[in-house]
């Protein structure tokens, strides 16, 4: 490994007083030497921990300057708030020293300097907290960046094995901020960088491919721009034009996404129109310069990219084109100003720069939009995360009210999406949307220019479904607020119902043995016990004799302490249910007492076999019953044969299908309509779902034997959209 050139602590700081001069006033100036010197043990020249070094620091801060675009108060921010945590200053001191406000920003580098200090790379249980960071201070962002590109410049510096987990993280969580902040050239660079140390056989065949093909790229740069330039001095603006070699990881985007080798990849390169023209002439010279290109090659309609009429949320604003060049090959050219150019490389801070003379860039609603998932306690570090890169991106739709208001959402979102942009209380009670004039359901994919109006109903209420229709961070969140509301108001209703009938029958209700009684059942919590009651799923006087009998003791004609392995002797002696099903158990006895498992709900017909409970009576599984291996090899001794004897003879058994099929409402109308024909089937209940433009549905028929079920289900395959049906 080559050894860098020994760096000079005068060289860094001259160069950064050079580019800004008046940055620092003289006496500043002599305040940031003394303070270095009486800290010298915080700030040494060479630190032995990456970054504690005055010339990281240094460099840290041309970047923060040169590459941001930020200013003072980031920059005094960053160098002392090692100092305040050590408790060597007071925020208040360096406001004053310095006169500038740098409470908030302070604040957050220090909570970040905190994470930092358990590992260089992050732990992901660390995500959420550096986020709320994040979320307070948008300049924190900036800084962290412009640190951590200086780590990837000098990674090479680290122990081999952190550097990989440095460079992984570079790519899916800095790069990506980087972009949202509009960084493009430092997006570009940790991209690279990334790439670099993590797959760098690759990263080097480009480079190397890339160099080799320099020339023949400079000329054909040369071929395309010099008739351009002609054109363009026509127009009577000041301008630039050049060619930029596109970037090492881009190109490895498109072989991997094109599945073709770096020899047929032809837009290597783009071509760059930069204006230099006051506020009010940019839009026309960009269109003008357009016009020229289109003129002089074929461009591609489907590849313009209009970010001048409405830029992206971080600022972003250009005229992209691709055209036809010399040679017959695709050219990208990129038309903007210098005031655009500057906003496309420094970002949001350049942006800043210009506020006075632009609207808002949309960063504030972003900001809110990280806000409220950073409110959502209950998600997990990992779905934080895909949530949270969710909004890193900046593909964007943009859409109207009626009124004409313009929305800005994620690329893929939905009608619900909208609905819960404009207010909560709207998407609660949203049913479809009336787009361009056509009534279009909830999960519509929105498109750039929709017309959109949101269609409501006061009976409407979420539902879980709605969570795979929404795409956007903020709509999810509310509405699974929106779903513990309505299950918390389901529960008290069922609550109120269950206290009601309890007093007109005089019985006194405990919540603890009702808690049991839920249990028993088979729910969760008793909150889902009040749920069904409300949903009128369950019978009150079922509940009410199971509440009473609760505690009455229940009488086993056979002992707990009987073993299994004596049942084969004694199987005669168990009474009988008088089931009128003949079941066959054993060495053929027939009227034993048993139940069918409801894990696999045996019908008569089914190959079964017996497994004997500690308490005595037999419970009779499928063959297939999904329990039946474990069953086997952990109580073998307990398994006895059975089969069914005889005719199925006034006994019906529930079968729960589940059918999946083409979204369409038919499908239930045509199901529900054939099964009513039957004579000896009946429905007993239907739920469905939709999602994806798929059906799904479950299915509770009552059936008295396989003959009849293997029938009904031959017909339910038969109705049109049905794609499958399973038992």
């Not at 500043?28 to 303070?35: G, K, P, Q, T, V």
């Not at 900001?367 to 969710?390: G, Q, S, Y």
């Not at 709207?426 to 359901?441: H, Q």
Request: positive net charge; charged residues 30%; glycine residues 6%.
């Amino acid at each position: 490994m080559i050894t860098p050139q020994k760096p000079s602590i005068k060289t860094e700081y001259r160069k950064v007083l050079n580019l800004h001069p008046n940055l620092f006033s003289a006496i500043e100036r002599n305040e940031l030497r003394a303070i270095f010197k009486r800290n010298s043990n915080l700030f040494p020249a060479e630190g032995a921990v990456y970054g504690r070094s005055i010339v990281d620091k240094l460099r840290i801060v041309e970047i923060i300057l040169n590459e941001i675009g930020l200013g003072k108060a980031a920059v005094v921010s960053f160098l002392f708030h090692e100092l305040v945590k050590n408790k060597i200053f007071e925020t208040v001191e360096i406001e004053k020293k310095f006169n500038i406000q740098i409470t908030s920003i302070i604040q957050g580098m220090m909570r970040v300097s905190e994470l930092y200090e358990r590992n260089t790379s992050l732990e992901t249980e660390n995500f959420r907290k550096l986020f709320l960071t994040f979320a307070e201070d948008v300049r924190v962002i900036l800084i962290i960046i412009a640190e951590h590109l200086q780590m990837m410049r000098n990674l090479d510096a680290f122990p081999v094995d952190n550097r990989s987990n440095i460079a992984r993280e570079s790519s899916f969580l800095y790069a990506p901020l980087a972009h949202r902040m509009g960084l493009y050239a430092i997006k570009t660079e940790l991209e690279d960088l990334s790439l670099k140390h993590t797959n760098r056989a690759v990263y080097s065949e480009i480079a190397k491919k890339i160099n080799e093909t320099k020339q023949s790229r400079d000329r054909y740069i040369s071929e395309f721009i010099t008739p351009l330039k002609l054109k363009l001095d026509e127009l009577g603006f000041d301008f630039e034009i050049k060619g930029r070699t596109k970037s090492i990881n881009s190109i490895y985007s498109k072989i991997k996404k094109q599945n073709t080798p770096f020899e047929n990849i032809y837009d290597l390169f783009a071509i760059r129109v930069i204006f230099d023209v006051p506020l009010e002439k940019e839009k026309v010279a960009c269109w003008q310069a357009y016009s020229i290109v289109a003129d002089m090659y074929q461009p591609n309609p489907k590849r313009l990219r209009d970010w001048l009429s409405i830029p992206k949320t971080n600022g972003y604003e250009s005229l992209h084109t691709t055209v036809l060049g010399p040679e017959g090959k695709w050219v990208e050219v990129q038309i903007r100003t210098v005031r655009m150019d500057e906003v496309a490389e420094k970002g949001l801070a350049a942006h800043w720069k210009y506020k006075g003379i632009k609207s808002e860039s949309g960063m504030d609603e972003w900001l809110k939009n990280i806000r409220d998932i950073l409110e959502n306690p209950e998600m997990n570090a990992v779905d934080f995360m895909d949530e949270f890169k969710l909004n890193l991106y900046d593909k964007e739709v943009f859409v109207f009210t009626p009124n004409g208001d313009l929305h800005k959402l994620p690329k893929g979102a939905t009608a619900l999406d909208f609905a819960f942009s404009i207010h909560t209380g709207l998407g609660c009670k949203c049913v479809g949307a009336k787009v361009n004039g056509k009534n279009l359901p909830i999960k519509y994919v929105l498109n750039n220019g929709d017309q959109v109006e949101v269609l409501t109903s006061p009976t409407q209420k979420p539902n879980a479904s709605w969570l795979n229709v929404a795409t956007t961070s903020r709509a999810k969140n509310k509405i699974r607020q929106a779903l513990k509301d309505v299950e918390y108001k389901d529960a008290e209703m069922g609550r109120e119902t269950l206290l009601r009938r309890f007093k007109n029958w005089k019985i006194d209700l405990e919540e603890g043995k009702l808690s049991r009684l839920a249990k028993k059942k088979g729910f969760k919590t008793v909150s889902d016990f009040y749920q069904e009651i409300a949903h009128e799923k369950l019978d009150l006087l079922v509940i009410r004799d199971a509440y009473v009998d609760l505690d009455k003791p229940t009488f086993i004609d056979q002992p707990e302490t009987r073993k299994a392995e004596s049942f084969s002797k004694e199987i005669h002696s168990l009474d009988s249910t008088g089931k009128e099903d003949v079941l066959v158990i054993g060495e053929n006895l027939k009227g034993v007492d048993f139940r069918l498992a409801k894990c696999c709900n045996p019908i008569y017909g089914d190959d079964v076999f017996g497994f004997v409970s500690v308490v005595g009576g037999i419970k009779i599984h499928r063959d297939d019953c999904p329990n039946a291996p474990q069953m086997i090899e952990r109580f073998g001794y307990r398994i006895v044969k059975a089969r069914w004897s005889g005719k199925s003879v006034g006994s019906q058994y529930p079968i729960t299908l589940h059918i999946i099929g083409h979204d369409d409402i038919a499908i239930v109308t045509n199901i529900t309509s054939l099964i009513s024909k039957e004579k000896n089937i009946a429905l007993r209940s239907i739920s469905i779902d939709t999602n994806a433009g798929l059906f799904q549905g479950n299915l509770t028929i009552m059936v008295n034997d396989t003959k009849e079920l293997e029938g009904i289900i031959k017909k339910i395959k038969l109705v049109k959209g049905v794609k499958s049906i399973s038992r």
